[in-house]
């Protein structure tokens, strides 16, 4: 790569950050609001200790938090961590899909999921719901990406039923105890967007990630044994999107023999 290219490039993901860092600051807005049934678009930013509302120069990603130190302006309370940690997360993932998946209409469509699976995942941590309108949002993905790849139409028609089938099955024959109506719907939706062998890696991943941190959590924090397991889910939706494919060749390549 030249010089030049590497300069264009380098500028290429500083502008993606950015809109990241933007994207995640409205995510902040929806984790706060939805589970509260309140409008995310009406109703102006505010201090959730004093009321102040904040100004354009209060409301810039990431900049405004160190600006002002994690405090309010007004009130000088501590503003929760969470802002700054959604609004970076969701920036450096959508440059690391870039980086991992180039620059394609895939790409866009693999950094709105991210976005998503962010929301859902701190709405179901503290809530232990995943938002109806949020799976919406992730089926809607999956229609535009079938529509963009009909030529493998079945792959994601299998993706839209086949993980979600069996978590449904685990659903009613527990009664939700085992898992969470919301998950099998999570799982339909994206198995739509990502076809059925991402679906499955992503379903074995989530299972993996929640069998290891979930025990650690409850250690750590002395809390019950009660589950939210989309966050988990969403951690092995996003694994298998970035790294599902590569994953799979090399488990499949060790059952291949070499020739001769």
Same mark, same amino acid.
């Given at each position: 790569?030249?010089?030049?290219?590497?300069?264009?490039? =380098? @500028?290429?993901?500083? !502008?993606?950050?950015?809109?990241?860092?933007? %994207?995640?600051?409205?995510? *902040?807005?929806? &984790? +706060?609001?939805?589970?509260?049934?309140?409008?995310?678009?009406?109703?102006?930013?505010?201090?959730?200790?004093?009321?102040?509302?904040?100004?354009?120069?209060?409301?810039?990603?990431?900049?405004?938090?160190?600006?002002?130190?994690?405090?309010?302006?007004?009130?000088?309370?501590?503003?929760?961590?969470?802002?700054?940690?959604?609004?970076?997360?969701?920036?450096?993932?959508?440059?690391?899909?870039?980086?991992?998946?180039?620059?394609?209409?895939?790409?866009?469509?693999?950094?709105?999921?991210?976005?998503? =699976? @962010?929301?859902?995942? !701190?709405?179901?941590?503290?809530?232990?719901? %995943?938002?109806?309108?949020? *799976?919406?949002? &992730? +089926?809607?993905?999956?229609?535009?990406?079938?529509?963009?790849?009909?030529?493998?139409?079945?792959?994601?028609?299998?993706?839209?039923?086949?993980?979600?089938?069996?978590?449904?099955?685990?659903?009613?024959?527990?009664?939700?105890?085992?898992?969470?109506?919301?998950?099998?719907?999570?799982?339909?939706?994206?198995?739509?967007?990502?076809?059925?062998?991402?679906?499955?890696?992503?379903?074995?991943?989530?299972?993996?990630?929640?069998?290891?941190?979930?025990?650690?959590?409850?250690?750590?924090?002395?809390?019950?044994?009660?589950?939210?397991?989309?966050?988990?889910?969403?951690?092995? %939706?996003?694994?298998?999107?970035?790294?599902?494919?590569?994953?799979?060749?090399?488990?499949?390549?060790?059952?291949?023999?070499?020739?001769?």
């Amino acid at each position: 790569m030249t010089t030049d290219g590497f300069i264009v490039e =380098l @500028i290429l993901y500083v !502008v993606t950050f950015m809109y990241g860092i933007v %994207i995640g600051s409205f995510l *902040n807005v929806c &984790i +706060l609001r939805i589970p509260a049934g309140e409008s995310i678009a009406k109703e102006r930013s505010h201090c959730m200790t004093c009321g102040y509302q904040l100004r354009w120069y209060d409301l810039v990603p990431l900049f405004s938090y160190l600006f002002l130190g994690g405090k309010c302006r007004k009130c000088k309370s501590h503003i929760s961590l969470q802002y700054p940690l959604v609004e970076a997360l969701n920036g450096v993932l959508y440059v690391l899909i870039f980086l991992v998946n180039g620059w394609s209409i895939d790409s866009v469509i693999y950094c709105l999921l991210t976005s998503a =699976l @962010i929301t859902l995942s !701190v709405i179901d941590f503290r809530t232990y719901e %995943i938002p109806i309108g949020i *799976n919406w949002f &992730i +089926l809607a993905l999956g229609l535009i990406h079938l529509f963009l790849n009909l030529g493998d139409w079945v792959e994601y028609v299998i993706g839209l039923i086949g993980v979600s089938g069996f978590v449904y099955i685990l659903y009613a024959a527990s009664k939700g105890r085992a898992i969470g109506g919301g998950d099998v719907k999570l799982m339909g939706a994206a198995g739509l967007l990502i076809g059925w062998k991402l679906s499955i890696l992503a379903f074995f991943f989530g299972c993996c990630f929640g069998s290891v941190i979930h025990p650690i959590r409850m250690a750590v924090s002395k809390q019950g044994h009660r589950l939210a397991f989309g966050p988990y889910l969403a951690a092995g %939706i996003l694994t298998a999107v970035l790294w599902g494919n590569q994953f799979l060749s090399w488990y499949l390549g060790l059952f291949t023999a070499p020739v001769g």
